[in-house]
Nanobody, 131 residues
Framework: QLQLVESGGGLVQPGGSLRLSCRVS????????IGWFRQAPGKEREGVAC????????HYADSAKGRFTISRDNAKNTVDLQMNSLKPDDTATYYC????????????????????????WGEGTLVTVSS
């Protein structure tokens, strides 16, 4: 059974940083791509960043480029999202997701979209950027 659990959310001031972590179980990171997504109140879920399964290539939506970094630790079964220079517009619940068709998910993520073929989602972690 594929399981993903996010952690690391919280309240941060504009310009600050947070590091989110996605711990996975039931599968290995070399078989599934992992994406980070977010959903703000009243808005649709959108893609933020993604890391391919075999190659480990990183993909970013325009909203994340230059500020967010996705990384993975295969030994620890975790995929992190380092977020810097946070803005109030980054306030959202952040979700990680796994897809066997990781490349397709990552390509759509670069357009800020959500891949319909996601195999499993985490429960989400809330990030609030406010002074």
């Amino acid at each position: 059974q594929l399981q993903l659990v996010e952690s690391g959310g919280g309240l941060v001031q504009p310009g600050g940083s947070l590091r989110l972590s996605c711990r996975v179980s039931g599968f290995t990171l070399d078989k599934y791509g992992i994406g980070w997504f977010r959903q703000a109140p009243g808005k649709e879920r959108e893609g933020v960043a993604c890391i391919s399964s075999i190659t480990g290539i990183e993909h970013y939506a325009d909203s994340a480029k230059g500020r967010f970094t996705i990384s993975r630790d295969n030994a620890k079964n975790t995929v992190d999202l380092q977020m810097n220079s946070l803005k109030p517009d980054d306030t959202a619940t952040y979700y990680c997701a796994a897809a066997r068709s990781g490349q397709a998910m990552c390509i759509m993520t670069t357009y800020g979209q959500v891949y319909s073929g996601v195999d499993s989602w985490g429960e989400g972690t809330l990030v609030t950027v406010s002074s």
